[in-house]
């Protein structure tokens, strides 16, 4: 099989999600179905965020085996693939970031390569198991690792019939299944998509090093609105395993403050936290107003 071998399923799932972006012309406009986008958009982003970057790429907390499988079923709603041949990627990434074995690197290829292009292979298709042997001990999170498609298509299905109901029993809305399902379903999609993809490109590209890192990962703070704490990327290539990328003042990471709202609620434990005098050492942007408190990473 050729290293360079477009995966035709792959392009062409790609190709109509896209071109279904186009029928929100058809659908229309109402205000429940641009909720309906900002919510499932939050629910996908947080699923990979807090999921599958977080806890299954580094283990930032603990959980019980029953919220673990919760945690994964619902980070397959962003149509990302598999928590474990997410983890396994990201892993990968980490270990070889901005180097000729980093196939995200927007410095060994195009700027598109780095950002959809390497998706589209088919050897990115296979998941590096030996990468996350943590995990492959449960036989519920390989399940789903292997049905991931089964998150998304459930809620697409959900915003479907939601959509229908509302459509008939509450008609002064204005929304359809049709709708619901374009607004809160492709789109949100989508925009999930190209967001997470954009670490990869735009955030080994431009931007600020606030720490020493080896490769070219950056921080933009413009990209708060859309990332909520994963624009600090520069931060967490620095320190992977901390439960949050917010280490001073002016920094913001709300996917970090959900971990400690679960760690409060009881749902997870063991929540990775950094050690405030190191990060006030190490920073090389001038930014010596700690946010955190001096507690050790453990």
């Not at 990979?48 to 499988?69: E, G, L, P």
Request: aromatic share 14%; charged share 15%; with cysteine.
């Amino acid at each position: 099989m050729s290293a360079q071998k477009r995966h035709a399923p792959s392009v062409f799932r790609f190709l109509v999600l896209h071109l279904a972006a186009l029928t929100v012309f058809l659908v229309g406009y109402s205000h429940i179905a641009l909720i309906s986008m900002i919510v499932f958009y939050l629910i996908r982003y947080w699923g990979i965020s807090v999921v599958y970057h977080r806890y299954f790429s580094h283990k930032s907390f603990s959980t019980s085996r029953t919220f673990q499988f919760i945690l994964a079923l619902i980070g397959t709603t962003s149509g990302q693939r598999g928590p474990l041949w997410w983890a396994a990627g990201h892993r990968k990434h980490h270990r070889y970031s901005d180097t000729e074995k980093d196939v995200h690197s927007p410095h060994n290829g195009s700027v598109f390569h780095s950002h959809l292009g390497w998706l589209l292979k088919e050897e990115s298709l296979e998941t590096d198991f030996e990468l996350v042997k943590d995990f492959t001990k449960y036989p519920e999170i390989m399940w789903i690792n292997k049905y991931h498609s089964l998150g998304i298509v459930l809620s697409f299905v959900f915003l479907f019939i939601f959509g229908s109901y509302l459509e008939v029993a509450f008609p002064s809305l204005g929304t359809t299944g049709w709708q619901m399902l374009v607004w809160g379903g492709v789109l949100s999609t989508l925009l999930c998509c190209h967001v997470v993809l954009g670490l990869n490109s735009i955030n080994h590209i431009v931007g600020n090093k606030a720490y020493p890192t080896k490769d070219n990962s950056t921080n933009i703070w413009w990209m708060f609105p859309l990332m909520f704490g994963e624009h600090l990327h520069n931060n967490h290539h620095y320190f992977p395993s901390s439960h949050t990328a917010a280490f001073s003042n002016g920094e913001i990471d709300l996917m970090g403050g959900s971990i400690r709202m679960m760690e409060k609620l009881g749902l997870v434990t063991n929540v990775k936290k950094p050690t405030a005098e190191k990060y006030l050492g190490d920073r090389i942007d001038g930014n010596k107003d700690l946010l955190i408190k001096p507690i050790a990473l453990n």
